[in-house]
């Protein structure tokens, strides 16, 4: 079994930062990629950003020079710094975990950019 932790989500203003972690534990050894997708009211689920285990990292457009994704490979957790969010951020932050077993979630943290 594999288990996502995700935390770090909340209420801030616009313009206001916030910082996204995932855990990652259990059965995962292996882990490849790991990524933050996000789904807002209505909408599909959607790419925000993929890190691999060697540190080489993937943006949405839309997120491009405001977010910054990183891990910790000892401690087995992808963060997602996230600065200048607008009201558009807001939605249900996921957290992924590649590996040799499938493709595991985490169960979402709310972010929500309002004033």
């Known amino acids: 079994q594999v288990q996502l932790v995700e935390s770090g989500g909340g209420l801030v203003q616009p313009g206001g930062s916030l910082r996204l972690s995932c855990a990652a534990s259990?059965?995962?050894?292996?882990?490849?990629?790991m990524g933050w997708y996000r789904q807002a009211p209505g909408r599909q689920r959607e790419l925000v950003a993929t890190?691999?285990?060697?540190?080489?990292?993937n943006y949405a457009d839309s997120v491009k020079g405001r977010f910054t994704i990183s891990r910790d490979n000892v401690k087995n957790t992808v963060y997602l710094q996230m600065n200048s969010l607008k009201p558009e951020d807001t939605a249900i932050y996921y957290c992924?975990?590649?590996?040799?077993?499938?493709?595991?979630w985490g169960q979402g943290t709310q972010v929500t950019v309002s004033s």
């Open positions: 992924n975990a590649d590996l040799p077993i499938g493709l595991w």
């Open positions: 890190i691999t285990r060697s540190g080489s990292t």
């Open positions: 259990g059965n995962i050894f292996g882990l490849r990629a």
